[in-house]
């Protein structure tokens, strides 16, 4: 399969931003269903606070697409351009939404993956509500990355 340079460069300027978009989307839908406050929020309120949200998003995403880039083409030189996408914007998504709620919440890495709580005082039936975060955002980075595969296809 070639490689089309202008279909990374345009993937580049438009995946992160589709993949930051859809992680804001639920972002939102995660707020709304676990705080009573966002709960009672009615759209009309919401769209500011993601658009702000997302424009803040746009500084993670595309770091991250950068390094989404270089573990593509090296995932695509040793053969394995079949899992590039998915094993590459999983972790770029991942890595994006963790420096995110590091800035966010500050602390630790473990405690900022967990939405600032720290992870050792936390029961089992806890832990996937609170990585739930970083999981949207590592299935936002797989959108994106897959929505970048598509432009660099000859």
Known sequence: MQIDARGVFTGFIIAPAIGAAVAVFGMMIHFVMTD???????VGELM????SIWFSALMFAYPAGLAFIALWLVLKATGLGSLASWVGGGLAGFAAMGAYLHRLHGGS??????????????????????????????????IAALLFAIFARR
């Open 36 to 42: 009573p406050a966002g709960a009672e929020l009615t």
């Open 48 to 51: 500011p606070l993601a658009i």
């Open 109 to 142: 890495v473990s405690s900022a993956l967990a939405g600032g709580q720290d992870i050792s005082t936390l029961t089992l039936s806890q832990l996937p509500a609170t990585f739930a975060l970083p999981l949207i955002g590592a299935g936002s980075g797989i």
